[in-house]
């Protein structure tokens, strides 16, 4: 089975979700839903050498797919997926959801 490492209020994570979803190939796991799931990717993303780019440069690594042999690619094509692109809009638009969100705990 893959695993699909994603959140679900990451566009490309969500775009990916619903090409998959009812596709027994694929686990889902939205880290975003609990502690645990966010540790078991964290204790990935520290230790596999396939994110050391996104470490070098800030990011999370999501979305995120580890394949049957234990191999990570952050390729939705390698998997038989579309990618779903950012647009400048679309970040911009996570940027204003973040900034309400703020504080609001």
Do not use: W
Request: net charge negative; with cysteine.
């Amino acid at each position: 089975m893959i695993k699909l490492y994603g959140i679900k209020s990451c566009p490309e994570c969500s775009g990916l979700y619903e090409q998959v979803k009812d596709d027994e190939r694929f686990e889902i796991i939205d880290v975003s839903q609990h502690i645990l799931l966010l540790k078991e990717f964290l204790s990935l993303r520290d230790n596999d050498a396939a994110f050391d780019e996104a470490r070098k440069n800030g990011y999370a690594g999501l979305p995120c797919f580890v394949l049957e042999d234990g191999s990570v690619t952050f390729s939705p094509e390698e998997v038989g997926l579309k990618s779903c692109p950012l647009n400048d809009e679309i970040i911009e638009r996570l940027h204003k959801e973040a900034d309400e969100l703020r504080g609001t705990y």
